[in-house]
């Protein structure tokens, strides 16, 4: 059963971070999850508290549980960055040691902050293939940033079953005019329930793509975990606009609505990363990036907390699905129920 606490810390975040429901939103919570989580284990005190009161309890074992199969692509990178005079605390670095793609990197943050952030750009942009290049913008990085733990991660998978491409036609789209739309019919995974249709897509590797389509405008997502949970087999004819989002964006502030603040101020306690206490967050820096084609989808993303000092289908008549208004899309590990892409599609 996926975990509920991992889709209610998505959720809560994701209002806080895309709050203009007229606008496409596109972010990881797996990818923050993680290096929140990391950010987690370098905290202690009042600062641990708030960011564990987010994520749930059992957020490592999800994210470390999410395994996709050998059969799609995926790549995940969980680093830290750490100026070379910093000391590191080492309970901190086998706590790291315990995470996919864990590694370490000394850098000259004090004497070549540019230098430096391109290493970590450059490092992000290797393992998401490209497709995120500069998740760090110009002057992100300052002589007196200390460290940066950094999560990247690409996913790329194909859909059990394809979308004939001879199926693809130009359809309305409430709010955008017309968009180019897929439409399969088969046996896929369905329910209604609180103002919410969903269609689960299964792909390679264990990983599903969800349609959380309202019954009306597109508001807040009171519902969804019902509708998720009432997920059963039916015969579908979905028709599904393909999709091309890429979104760069601070966290900070949605992070504090949702209340993570004692790592961003003064009274931040990271002494479980290093044993200096004048260590806080600065930043929370993300970056995603979602395709959807008649294939099947690729995805990255990559976040950067910055700190410094300071099977048999019958046929049956099927159920149509139009997704021709705004809609919610989860790309998700069908098993643990990490959620390593959530999309808000206002104009595909």
Known sequence: MPDRTHLTF?????????????????????????????????????????????LGADHAKVLKGAVVGDDAEFSVANTLWAWDELPVNEGFL??????????????PFADDPEGSRKLINADVAETTRGLIPELLAAGAITSDTVATLVNALYLKCAWVEEFPDHDT????????GTVATMRREGNMRYAQRDG????ALPARGGVEAVVLLPDGDLGGTEGVPEVLEALDQDRIELFLPKLDLSVNVSLAEALQQV??????GQGADLTGLSPDPRLFVDDVVHEAVLRLDEQGFEGAAATAVVMRLTSFMPVEPA????????????VRHTETGAIFFLAQVAKP
């Open 10 to 54: 998505a959720l809560t975040l994701h209002d806080a971070v895309a709050p203009d429901r007229t606008r496409n939103a596109c972010w990881s919570p797996y990818s923050v999850a993680s290096a929140l989580g990391l950010t987690a284990h370098a905290a202690r005190g009042e600062t641990e508290a708030e960011l564990v009161a987010l």
């Open 94 to 107: 086998t706590d790291l040691a315990g995470w996919p793609g864990a590694k370490v990197r000394s850098v």
């Open 169 to 176: 036609a130009d359809l309305p789209f409430r709010g955008t």
């Open 196 to 199: 919410w249709q969903a269609v």
């Open 259 to 264: 209340g993570v603040r004692r790592m961003f």
């Open 319 to 330: 159920r149509t699905v139009r997704v021709d208004r705004p809609y919610l899309l989860l």
